[in-house]
């Protein structure tokens, strides 16, 4: 009987690894940031809220949780209208990765950024605005200026 108890804890243990070993991967994205730039893989001119003159506006996002090669998509939202979808690879446990998306004058308002995994699962959501260029000031007759 005593012989028994080193082959059933063995058993076990190899049992448990292998279940643990055959888990998934689990994609996070552990930080979003919406940028004007990218500098040494850094986000910059990073904010929440834009000029519509800006440009070109980034989506930086950092993974994590990869089991070897794989990949995310940034889906790009206007006013709930999918405007872009940009599929990135996931090279390591640990990633940096972006998409960007040219932005036209007209496109004022809510955007919206969803990250999702191969399957099209969401892993994380953030929004941002696109601001419409304010008016230049007007003097009128009675503010002593004609």
Not at 75 to 81: C, I, S
Not at 109 to 123: H, I, Y
């Amino acid at each position: 009987m005593t012989a028994r108890l080193p082959i059933i804890a063995c058993t076990l243990l190899l049992c448990a690894s292998l279940a643990f070993a055959e888990e998934p991967a689990t994609l996070k994205v552990v930080e979003i940031e919406f940028c004007t730039g990218i500098e040494d893989r850094s986000p910059v001119g990073t904010g929440k809220e834009f000029p519509n003159t800006a440009g070109r506006i980034y989506c930086f996002t950092r993974i994590a949780g990869a089991a070897g090669s794989m990949t995310v998509v940034h889906v790009w939202y206007y006013d709930d209208e999918e405007k872009a979808r940009v599929t990135l690879p996931v090279q390591s446990k640990s990633w940096r990765t972006w998409s960007s998306k040219r932005m036209l004058r007209g496109w004022t308002g809510k955007w919206r950024v969803e990250v999702q995994d191969p399957d099209g699962k969401l892993l994380r959501s953030s929004e941002f605005l696109v601001e419409a260029e304010s008016a230049p000031e007007q003097h009128s007759p009675t503010d002593g200026h004609e």
